[in-house]
């Protein structure tokens, strides 16, 4: 068993891990994972391995490699207000960091085969919103998890701008999963040994794109032996935002730009340059085998031309002249969250300040 990238310390050094073997490429994608500490979504006695790059299975429940939700994250091409369907969405990881990049006005569902993961997602999920800084620096587009098999979803169901499907999609499968498109949709699934990008351009016009050469779990067959008849899945209904929530949202968006021309006005329109500190050497490695838990093997990366540019295994960044810095002054500050600060400021009776910071316990 090995992992495409190293091991990090914490979540921050995974995703500069992850950059610089170029599973992470775009910004929106590095902020969300930065936002969301892998190690949560990990039973407690499982936390040591959280920032390894490799799959984790306790029961039912499943995490993929980081360097795979990083592929997956980048083919979808997310934007904000896009609906998006989880295919196997286990323990929410994957829907939330998707919610981080959605917004306010997005659409974010998961189905789930097992019940006792469903509520493990919603624990994770419920810990997020209450706990985390993380939540008031993003607008958020909270999943919502519904309990069935994947493939007996209801013909009459929304079709979605973008589909993730966690498990092996068998070849006769495939129509079914590109159904569930709107026309100018990406779907990305385990479709025939490889991690595959599934662009919709017209009612049947599709073009695909193979990303990684995987081998996932299959999907589980629907089963009838007991009552013979189909349990038909029925995704939640795409809800309009209530007046309320829609003035809490444009009361925190207005805040947060108060905040950063706050920010921009003490700085001066002039940030000085931060110091510079001399960059770790990071080991780049060319996988070509790689196995992961629970019959997930990654083995290989698609040619990317790119590569071919670049024949070293081993690359140390160049080291930018080291500013002199007390040892005292390499200590961060711990992380101000300034919403929260200014909304407790505000001159409001308190039920109404709780309820602009979603009644967070942080």
């Keep these: 068993m090995g992992g495409a990238v190293s091991a990090g310390e914490d979540n921050d050094e995974l995703i500069d891990n992850l950059k610089e073997a170029q599973y992470i490429r775009t910004e929106l994608v590095e902020?969300?994972?930065?936002?969301?500490?892998?190690?949560?979504?990990?039973?407690?006695?499982?936390?040591?391995n959280a920032y390894k790059d490799l799959a984790w299975k306790h029961g039912n429940i499943h995490l993929s490699a980081p360097c795979i939700y990083s592929e997956v994250m980048e083919a979808l091409d997310l934007q904000p207000g896009l609906s998006f369907l989880n295919l196997g969405s286990g323990t929410g990881y994957l829907s939330s960091m998707v919610g981080l990049i959605l917004g306010p006005f997005g659409?974010?569902?998961?189905?789930?085969?097992?019940?006792?993961v469903i509520e493990y997602a919603k624990q994770k999920l419920d810990f997020f919103i209450k706990t985390s800084d993380s939540f008031?620096?993003?607008?958020?587009?909270?999943?919502s998890f519904v309990i069935g098999n994947c493939l007996?979803?209801?013909?009459?169901c929304t079709q979605y701008d973008r589909v993730y499907c966690g498990a092996g999609v068998q070849k006769e499968h495939e129509d079914y999963m590109k159904n569930l498109l709107k026309v100018g949709g990406i779907l990305v699934m385990p479709l025939e040994e490889k991690l595959t990008k599934i662009t919709r351009t017209g009612p049947s016009a599709w073009e695909t794109k193979k990303i990684l050469a995987v081998s996932f779990a299959p999907l589980i067959q629907p089963n009838h032996a007991d009552s013979g008849k189909s349990r038909l899945v029925h995704l939640p209904p795409v809800a309009v935002r209530s007046l309320q929530d829609l003035a809490r949202i444009a009361i925190r968006g207005t805040i947060k730009k108060i905040i950063h021309q706050e920010a921009m006005s003490r700085a001066g329109n002039g940030l000085k340059n931060p110091p510079r500190f001399k960059r770790r050497r990071v080991r780049r490695r060319r996988m070509e085998t790689i196995v992961f838990l629970d019959k997930e093997v990654f083995a290989s990366r698609i040619s990317n031309p790119s590569d071919d540019n670049n024949n070293s295994e081993d690359m140390e960044d160049e080291r930018p002249e080291e500013e002199e810095t007390k040892p005292s002054e390499l200590?961060?500050?711990?992380?101000v969250n300034f919403l929260r600060e200014k909304v407790l400021s505000l001159?409001?009776?308190?039920p109404l300040k709780y309820y602009l910071l979603y009644y967070r316990e942080k």
Excluded at 32 to 46: K, T, V
Excluded at 331 to 335: E, R
């Design 136 to 143: 008031d620096k993003f607008e958020f587009c909270e999943p």
């Design 331 to 335: 200590k961060p500050d711990p992380p």
């Design 107 to 116: 659409v974010n569902h998961g189905v789930e085969l097992h019940s006792d």
């Design 31 to 48: 902020q969300a994972f930065r936002a969301i500490d892998r190690a949560d979504y990990y039973l407690e006695e499982f936390k040591d």
């Design 347 to 350: 001159p409001l009776p308190d």
């Design 152 to 156: 007996e979803i209801s013909p009459d």
